[in-house]
């Protein structure tokens, strides 16, 4: 009788125990970005090389419903709600990073396309390249994001030099899916 329960029991556990792991793993980086995703995150460090001074963004939790949504076929982000951020100038002293003026606020409106990660997508060597076409200038530009992908959470990072040799820092945006 013992043994019967002991199978049943262990039945009983192996048929209750989630299998999502199994099947994240058998699905490729693409599969696994589709959907919606919330911010929880925004930090830009930039240091701009040339006038030796730098910049600090970060995001403004309160004030912000930012979102993005991958798609597939075709593979497209879409951006929807608003942005806040601080912005704050610093230089650094001794090696340290001091604040020498704060520069208020700004955002980015999801909901008219803004934002880092717009337009077209693809994964390359496990790195999100996103294209898009700059309103503004009617340029096309593409932009690489490092990107770390546990469970429900995506942190993507970039690194400030691929927008020209006067900058280095990083940028990292993090979300949780929908």
């Known amino acids: 009788m013992k043994k019967i ?6 039945i009983l556990i192996l048929s209750c125990s989630s299998d ?3 099947e994240s793993e058998e699905l ?6 589709i959907g919606e995703w919330t911010l929880t995150n925004y930090h830009d460090d930039s240091y701009f090389v040339q006038d030796q001074y730098g910049i600090i963004e970060q ?3 309160d004030e912000t419903d930012y979102g993005i949504e991958f798609t597939n076929n075709p593979n497209k982000i879409n951006t929807t709600g608003f ?4 912005r704050d100038e610093y230089e650094i002293v001794a090696g340290e990073k001091v604040i020498t003026k704060s ?3 700004n955002f980015w409106d999801g909901n008219n396309g803004e934002g880092l990660h717009t337009g077209e997508w ?3 060597n496990g790195m999100l390249i996103n294209s898009d076409v700059s309103p503004q200038e009617g340029i096309e530009y593409s932009i690489i994001s490092s990107i770390e992908l546990s469970g429900n959470r995506l942190k993507l990072i970039l690194d400030n030099a691929q927008f020209g040799s006067h900058l280095t820092g990083k940028i990292m945006i993090e979300y949780r899916r929908k």
């Open 59 to 61: 995001m403004v939790g």
């Open 20 to 22: 999502d792991s199994l």
């Open 103 to 105: 520069a208020g606020t």
């Open 28 to 33: 490729s980086l693409s599969e696994r970005l």
């Open 83 to 86: 942005l806040r951020y601080t």
């Open 122 to 124: 693809s994964i390359e």
């Open 5 to 10: 329960l002991f199978v049943l029991f262990s």
